[in-house]
C-alpha cells in the first residue's frame, strides 16, 4: 500500500477542480497538491455525457474562467469544446501533471491528533489499495452520482421490444436514423436531445409531465463577435462577461420580484417562436420563473424542429410501456423504436464518500454551510460548489480565491486547523442546492447539507453579494474556530469593505 502526504488534496479533476487547482498554482505556489479523480481523464460532466447535441446551458463568457478568457463568439459551446477548453488551462498552468488518474476514493477521516486527513482510496486499473494524507482537502465532484442517473422503475418496461439508453450512458455508436424517438422528460438534456436527434430520427416525440420555461438564445453573440474587432481581446471578453453577468442577474431578480410579468414575457417570447405551430398548454408550467432552472433554446431549434414536424411535444402521465412504446394515462400510444429517460441525476454529495471526523461519521443533512464553501464542524476542508440560476463557475472561482486566501492567512499567522462554528443554530430548512423546486433536488433533501437562516450560513445566489464576502470580508469574521480559538470579528474598515467591486464583473 502506498502512502503519500500532500498541503492539499482536491477530489475531482472537472470544471471546479482544475479551477481549484489553477488557482492554487497561482495564488499558492509554495503548496504541494493533487487531484485525485476516479476517471481515466479530466473534465468531468464533459467527460461522462456523450449524448448528441450535448453543451452548456449557460453562456461561455460567464462560464470560462476568470483567469482565463473563453475567446470567440460562440455563446453555447458543445460538450467536447468545454472539455477541451478545460484540458487546455490545466495544460496552461501546468496543473495537469498534479492528477492522479483512475483513483477512487473510499473513505475520508479527519485525525484531531495528527491534523490532517487520511484518506483510503483503490486504483482502478491495478486494484491496489492507496492511502493520502492532507493537511487540506477539497471535494470538487459535483453534485451527483457519475456512475447512474435517476430513472423512475416503469411499469412493463421490460415488455417494450425496442432500446432504452440513458443519457448518462449512452452507447458509441447508436443509429437512430429513421427511427422513433421518445424522450421521456422536460429539463435541459431533453431540450438539447430533442431537436439534435430530430435531425436524423424518423420523428421525436418529447414526453413531459409538466412544461418547464424556455428561452432561446442565439449561439453566436454578434455584439461580442464586433467587439474583437475594435477592442482588445481581454477588453471585449470582461465587456461581454460584465454584461452577461447583469443581464442574467437581472432576470432572476426580476422572475422573483415580478413573477407574473415575467411569465407573460417568457410566455409571450415562445409564443412568437412557435408562430401558432403548437399548443401553449405544452410551453406554459404551473410554477413560477426560476422556482425552477429555466431551459436555453439554442438558436429556438427545439422550436424550429416542432414547426417542421420532425418533433413534438406531449404533456401526460406515463400509463405502463408496451412492446411497441408507451401508452399514456389519456389512453394514448406513442410508438418508439429508442425511449430515452431524460429523467434526471441521482444527487450524490462528495463522490459518494462519507466523510467522518475522528471516527464518527459527519451527517451532512445535520451540516449548515458556511459561505457555500465549508460545512460546518468539518475542519480543514471545504466542497466548491457553483450557482444554480447562473454560471457554474462565477462561484467555482470566487471560492477557490477564498480558499486559497484562507490558506494563506492560516500560514502567515502559523494556524493548523481551521472549523466552522454555527454558535447560533442557523440552520434552515433550504439545501446548499437553494430553494429550486426540481425534482432531482427534493429526491436528495436527505442527503444534503443545509443552508442557515442569516449569516455567512445563507447562500446568497447573488454574484456581486459573494464577491464582496469571498474576496474582500475579513478571514476572522467571528465564525471560524482556528487552533480551538474562535476568531475575533474584524471591523469593515480593517477588513476593506470599501475596496472597489470591479473585478466582480470584470475578473481577476
Not at 42 to 70: A, E, H, K, Q, V
Not at 130 to 135: F, G, V
Not at 221 to 231: E, H, M, N, P
Amino acid at each position: 500500500m502506498s502512502h503519500q502526504h500532500y498541503d492539499v488534496l482536491i477530489i475531482g479533476a472537472g470544471v471546479s477542480g482544475i479551477g481549484m487547482a489553477c488557482h492554487l498554482k497561482r495564488e499558492c505556489p509554495g503548496k504541494r497538491f493533487a487531484i485525485l479523480e476516479r476517471r481515466q481523464s479530466l473534465g468531468g460532466t464533459w467527460d461522462l455525457f456523450r449524448y448528441p447535441g450535448i453543451r452548456s446551458d449557460s453562456d461561455m463568457f460567464t462560464f470560462g474562467y476568470n483567469f482565463r478568457p473563453w475567446t470567440g463568439g460562440k455563446v453555447l459551446a458543445d460538450g467536447a469544446s468545454i472539455k477541451q477548453y478545460v484540458a487546455d488551462t490545466a495544460r496552461e498552468n501546468d496543473v495537469e501533471r498534479n492528477i492522479r488518474y483512475g483513483v477512487a476514493v473510499k473513505t475520508a477521516d479527519w485525525s484531531s491528533e495528527e491534523k490532517c486527513w487520511k484518506l483510503t482510496a483503490v486504483n482502478e486499473k491495478t486494484g491496489e489499495a492507496e492511502t493520502y494524507t492532507a493537511s487540506f482537502l477539497v471535494g470538487c465532484t459535483g453534485y451527483y452520482n457519475y456512475d447512474q442517473g435517476y430513472k423512475p422503475d416503469f411499469p412493463g418496461e421490460k415488455d417494450f421490444k425496442g432500446q432504452v439508453v440513458h443519457p448518462q450512458h449512452w452507447p458509441e455508436n447508436l443509429d437512430y436514423s429513421g427511427k422513433k424517438v421518445v424522450v421521456i422528460g422536460s429539463g435541459a438534456t431533453a431540450i438539447t436531445l430533442v431537436p439534435t436527434m430530430a435531425e436524423k430520427a424518423a420523428h421525436v416525440t418529447m414526453l413531459q409531465r409538466s412544461p418547464t420555461y424556455l428561452m432561446p438564445l442565439p449561439s453566436t453573440d454578434k455584439v461580442t463577435l464586433a467587439l474583437q474587432k475594435v477592442l482588445p481581446e481581454k477588453a471585449a471578453y470582461r465587456l461581454t462577461r460584465a454584461r452577461n453577468i447583469s443581464i442574467s442577474r437581472l432576470l432572476y431578480e426580476r422572475s422573483r420580484k415580478s413573477p407574473k410579468a415575467m411569465r407573460r414575457l417568457f410566455l409571450s417570447v415562445i409564443k412568437r417562436q412557435l408562430k401558432g405551430k403548437a399548443d401553449m398548454r405544452h410551453f406554459t408550467p404551473d410554477y413560477n420563473p426560476w422556482d425552477q432552472r429555466l431551459c436555453v433554446v439554442k438558436d429556438g431549434d427545439l422550436f424550429d424542429a416542432i414547426k417542421a414536424g420532425t418533433a413534438s411535444i406531449k404533456t401526460d402521465h406515463i400509463e405502463r410501456f408496451t412492446d411497441t412504446g408507451i401508452r399514456l394515462k389519456s389512453g394514448e400510444e406513442l410508438e418508439a423504436d429508442i425511449i430515452i429517460p431524460a429523467t434526471g441525476l441521482d444527487i450524490q454529495m462528495l463522490g459518494g464518500i462519507q466523510p467522518t471526523v475522528d471516527g464518527q461519521g459527519v451527517v451532512l443533512k445535520e451540516k449548515v454551510i458556511y459561505k457555500n464553501v465549508m460545512v460546518e464542524g468539518m475542519p480543514n476542508a471545504a466542497m466548491i460548489f457553483g450557482y444554480t440560476n447562473i454560471s457554474w463557475t462565477l462561484k467555482a472561482d470566487i471560492a477557490s480565491e477564498y480558499l486559497c486566501r484562507l490558506i494563506n492567512h492560516m500560514d502567515r499567522k502559523g494556524y493548523q486547523v481551521v472549523v466552522p462554528r454555527d454558535t447560533e443554530n442557523s440552520l434552515g430548512n433550504d439545501t446548499i442546492l437553494g430553494s429550486l423546486d426540481a425534482g432531482y433536488i427534493k429526491r436528495a433533501e436527505d442527503r444534503l447539507p443545509r443552508q442557515g437562516t442569516h449569516g455567512p450560513w445563507k447562500a446568497s445566489q447573488n454574484y456581486l453579494q459573494d464577491v464582496k464576502i469571498l474576496r474582500f470580508e475579513p478571514i476572522e469574521d467571528g465564525y471560524l474556530e482556528f487552533d480551538g480559538r474562535c476568531s475575533q470579528q474584524a471591523s469593515p474598515e480593517k477588513a476593506g469593505f470599501l475596496k472597489p467591486l470591479r473585478s466582480a464583473l470584470f475578473g481577476a
